[in-house]
């Protein structure tokens, strides 16, 4: 499984932003998809996820009520809609896979900066 993610940039404080995360290969074999994020100095940590069965999700208390995860199946792509965007936000975002069987996966990153 490969995984591409795109739509970080840089948003002014209350903006919006969407990420997308293209899966590709044996997408089958995923359980679980998530966006993580790291600041600079800190440690990764899960934003949202999604399962690709039921579809149920989980959010970090920061983000709840501002992020949304979402998924198509038919597309094999993963969102994560961003609203009112605050600095504290500003990290890299990665894409994640749990797979059934094996070590997950990540994509390589993308940059999210919300000025202030």
């Known amino acids: 499984v490969q995984l591409v993610e795109s739509g970080g940039g840089l948003v002014q404080a209350g903006g919006s932003l969407r990420l997308s995360c293209a899966a590709s290969?044996?997408?089958?074999?995923?359980?679980?998809m998530g966006w993580y994020r790291q600041a600079p100095g800190k440690q990764r940590e899960l934003v949202a996820s999604?399962?690709?069965?039921?579809?149920?999700?989980n959010y970090v208390d920061s983000v709840k009520g501002r992020f949304t995860i979402s998924r198509d199946n038919a597309k094999k792509t993963m969102y994560l809609q961003m609203n009112n965007l605050r600095p504290e936000d500003t990290a890299v975002y990665y894409c994640?896979?749990?797979?059934?069987?094996?070590?997950?996966?990540w994509g390589q990153g993308t940059q999210v900066t919300v000025s202030s």
């Open positions: 994640n896979a749990r797979m059934y069987f094996g070590p997950e996966k």
């Open positions: 290969g044996t997408t089958f074999s995923i359980n679980v």
């Open positions: 999604i399962t690709t069965g039921g579809g149920s999700t």
